[in-house]
């Protein structure tokens, strides 16, 4: 953990004669501003905070989401080349009656010089990363380099590409403010038949790219690791993410991937290093399929037609109860009638998991943002889209109030 030196034992006599026990618990319920305040107390009280900063980790409180206006007359399954721009809002999911002090445009951002056209990732433990892309759709050789923000303190940095001309790419945000300030980015180079060629690290305490990892480890002879796997990475994220999704959980970054012809969860480390290969449920995989983590455990959702007439769709939703024992148990199954989600080229989608609660968010056909709240066994219409406009990804917003050393903006 990143924190000024001396201010490690210093939280036991943080406020005199109050047990720190307590004192935490009272600090769990104060908003996170305001804890960020009290570090500047004094030493003790900075030390205090830093060494439970698990304990102090703030809620999820709402839902950045992505919208596309297409122009009249595009298809949407050709690969065309039309002047596209997404549009970026906010909803509030707490009954607060004071307005989150966020700006759900990212005008901090857009108002940029050298930006133009945002593309959001994955956000990751109060992070979003962007991708910088050319403003005219083609394929994803178009990357210009990469912006990772804080939305609560509009703090930010621009990343540069690591130097891959393949034409797909995939890039993701790894973040533990509990473990550190500092953030990684894990690109994958993927080649023909989704395989995948190659994954490069960028480190922001170190501001630079490490060189390919297959090549390394294939060089150094090591047995384990990626010469363990024939991977391919599962493009299967949904509408408009343009790549697998991915869950950031105990150090680890977790994606679906096909090993030997099997669907199954990979989990790399922040040195780019193949871990783990986690075996899915045997009826897991099928199109448009969600990982994601929630209560610090990994989530998997699938689905399909729940009958032969195709008149019901059937949501699943699985938990990794055991990581060690890959024991993965049916949390969830949420129907819908046909007339909700049949007959639509988009079909249904699940966009994210609610990172504290029993809830996962989901698009019918990208005209209609909606969640089910698994205790409540309720569906609800969160926001609905009209004309041309479409629902094309939605992400976590988790206040985090300090400043990073990593996100200084030198514009």
């Given amino acids: ?12 006599s943080a406020v005199g004669d109050i047990p720190e026990g307590p004192l935490v618990e009272i600090l769990s319920r104060v908003p996170g501003k305001s804890v960020c305040r009290f570090e500047c107390v004094s030493k003790a009280w900075l030390g205090l905070i830093a060494d439970n900063r698990k304990k102090l980790r703030q809620a999820m409180q709402g839902l950045f989401y992505r919208t596309l206006e297409y122009p009249e007359g595009y298809d949407i399954t050709a690969f065309e080349l039309y002047d596209l721009e997404y549009i970026y809002s906010f909803i509030d999911l707490t009954t607060r009656s004071v307005p989150l002090d966020i700006d759900p445009g990212f005008s901090f951002l857009t108002e940029l010089p050298e930006i133009q056209c945002l593309v959001s990732r994955n956000s990751c433990n109060g992070l979003i990363l962007f991708e910088n892309r050319h403003k005219i759709y083609s394929l994803p050789q178009s990357t210009l380099g990469y912006i990772v923000c804080n939305p609560t303190t509009k703090q930010w940095v621009a990343v540069p590409t690591c130097g891959s001309t393949a034409s797909f790419t995939y890039t993701y945000l790894a973040f533990d403010p509990a473990v550190s300030s500092h953030f990684h980015l894990v690109h994958f180079k993927v080649g023909s038949n989704d395989r995948l060629v190659s994954v490069n690290i960028y480190s ?16 150094l002879g090591q047995s384990e690791g990626w010469r363990d796997y024939q991977v391919r990475l599962c493009m299967s994220g949904g509408v408009g993410t343009e790549g697998s999704r991915c869950a950031f959980v105990n150090g680890f970054l977790h994606l679906v991937v096909w090993d030997s012809g099997q669907p199954k969860v990979l989990a ?33 959702t699938t689905q399909g037609f729940s009958d032969a007439h195709q008149e019901r769709y059937q949501l699943r939703i699985w938990v990794l109860q055991d990581y060690d024992t890959q024991e993965w148990v049916l949390k969830d199954t949420l129907e819908l009638s046909g007339e909700n989600c049949i007959g639509n080229m988009w079909g249904f989608f699940v966009f994210n998991i609610h990172q504290d609660c029993n809830v996962v968010f989901f698009t019918k056909s990208g005209r209609e943002l909606m969640s089910y709240d698994m205790c409540r066994k309720e569906v609800s219409v969160i926001a609905t889209f009209e004309g041309r406009n479409h629902l094309t990804d939605a992400f976590q917003y988790v206040p985090y109030f300090s400043k990073l050393p990593a996100l200084t903006n030198n514009h």
């Avoid at 953990?1 to 036991?12: L, Y």
């Avoid at 480390?269 to 783990?276: I, P, S, T, V």
């Fill in 268 to 300: 790399v480390d922040l040195q780019g290093k193949a871990r783990r290969m986690i075996t899915l449920p045997q009826v897991a995989y099928s199109p448009g399929c969600y990982l994601g983590q929630s209560q610090g455990l990994l989530h998997y």
């Fill in 1 to 12: 953990m990143d924190r000024p030196e001396g201010s490690g034992s210093a939280s036991a």
């Fill in 204 to 219: 922001s305490e170190t501001g630079t790219w490490s060189r390919n990892q297959i090549d390394e480890q294939e060089e």
